[in-house]
């Protein structure tokens, strides 16, 4: 395909072959549901468990040694999230202290501090999975975990043209630049949606096309099993059952002891 | 049909009862609008033969492709791979002996990796397992892709994507691949390398193309189709010859195209 040699934008996968790399992805999955799970019943007043937490998906992340730079740009995901949680210190009522030089509501600081670690901890989770899972893995994986074969299909499919719908715009796009057009007012959206239409039926006559191909290696409606893969094994699950348990485990000690909110 | 067969040279055919490994017997098709694609067009290939089909856009070439393993139903005519007619009963046995390559491999390739794409075909035969991984691995090596099985199909040059392409429909072991445009979009010394590969292969062969280069060097034999029939047929290097004929098809050598090359044995590329 043309379109240079932009990034794609699915498969964003770091390199290397740390322990986290080589855990078979339905392994990864699991583990990461069951942790997300505790981290969003663990209750918002208990912000040192939600540091264990964090600490806990930080090791990881570490674990797996992925840049930096890799992170934090796919965390950027999450910043309007974390807008709003600041600004719920400002608005919400009740006992206020002084931060500086503003005024914040107590339990709101609260609640926001929560909701954002909250909202890094499961970003930075499934960072962690999409990050150390090459995507074929991940949905080979998904159907082992009992997914139905036609969505991992599909999510396949939607994975594999993605590239090239993205592709084809930024071409039309870059076309449209050429001959002058710059959208400057809704009124000039008009060759904006003529083209998103040709680009509906370029897709489906794909489609089409893809189609045939399937039908031309004696496809019949149904997607064959193709990869056996081995069981992960005992201690693979029991690895990864780790950071669920750490969660859990904060979560239980902060529960059981005083001071719970 | 071949009305502009020239004298002499006639195209190579089996004697009576050898099955032909393609046959089409005045076929017809018009799409679902009307327009009328192929008026009549036939077509015989003997095991073995390696045939491009010439003809300049819209001729019906790639309507007659989508014939030959059953893409588009037969409306009128026959169609036969290796003695087997074309029809709604035999497909899974048609489309295991006749495979095709289209001309964007991003139609073709559409599962997650590419070692998964060239399991696709024979996995709808029944194979599984050992024998699956197999197939896959030979098809892959036939092509010279072996490394690129772990691959992701949208992260391939067009050639890497042409050769796993081939390998996808090597993988049915057919007995006749149809290949529409095979070096569209390659460099010239991509191109070079297909050739070379093609050459390689053992099913009998029908190439489509524009490419007369690649028609000479990889074709003993050319048929020639224009607004959906049979035009020409005939040896490659006579048919390339004849300027008038080409003209006639909308079909020209490429600019500074070595003549001396008609009149020799088919060149072999490097």
Known sequence: MSGGHRPPVAGGVATGAGPIQRLPAEVKVAAAVAFVLVVAVTPRGALAVLAVQGVAIMGVVALARLPLGFVARRLAVVAPFLVAAALTAVVAGGPRIDVGPLSLSEPGLRAGVAVAAKTLIGALTSIAVAGTTPIPDLLAGLGRLGLPRPLVTLAGFTLRYLDLVADGLTRRRRAMTARGYRPRRLTQAGPLAASLGTMFVHTYERGERVHAAMLSRGFTGAMPEITVHPRPRAAQWATAALLPMVAAAALAVAWAGPGLA | ?270
């Open chain 2, 1 to 270: 049909m071949t009305t502009d067969l020239p004298p002499g040279d006639a195209p190579p055919s089996a004697g009576p009862g050898t099955a032909a490994a393609i046959s089409v017997e005045g076929l017809r098709y018009s799409y679902p609008d009307g327009s009328v694609a192929l008026r009549g067009v036939s077509l015989r290939l003997d095991p073995g033969e390696r045939v491009a089909l010439l003809g300049p856009n819209g001729a019906g070439k790639t309507t007659l492709a989508l014939h030959l393993n059953g893409i588009l139903a037969v409306q009128e005519g026959a169609v036969t791979a290796g003695g087997l007619e074309v029809t709604e009963a035999n497909l899974a046995e048609i489309r295991r002996r006749v495979q095709l390559v289209f001309a964007d491999a991003d139609d073709q390739l559409f599962m997650p990796t590419a070692a998964q794409d060239v399991a696709f075909g024979p996995a709808n035969l029944g194979l599984r397992g050992p024998d699956l991984e197999a197939r896959v691995a030979a098809s892959l090596e036939a092509v010279g892709a072996g490394h690129l099985a772990g691959r992701t199909p949208h992260h391939l040059s067009t050639g890497e994507k042409r050769r796993v392409a081939l390998a996808t429909a090597l993988a049915m072991d057919p007995d006749v691949l149809v290949l529409d445009e095979p070096t569209a979009g390659l460099d010239p010394r991509g191109q070079r390398e297909l050739i070379a590969l093609l050459r390689t292969l053992s099913p009998t062969l029908l190439v489509i193309t524009h490419d007369l280069g690649l028609a000479l060097a990889l074709c003993p034999r050319t048929v020639i189709i224009d607004d959906g029939t049979t035009c020409a047929d005939g040896p490659t290097r006579v048919l390339l010859a004849d300027d008038e004929l080409l003209a006639r098809h909308q079909l020209a050598l490429p600019y500074g195209f070595d003549r001396t090359a008609l009149s020799a044995e088919p060149v072999e590329p490097a």
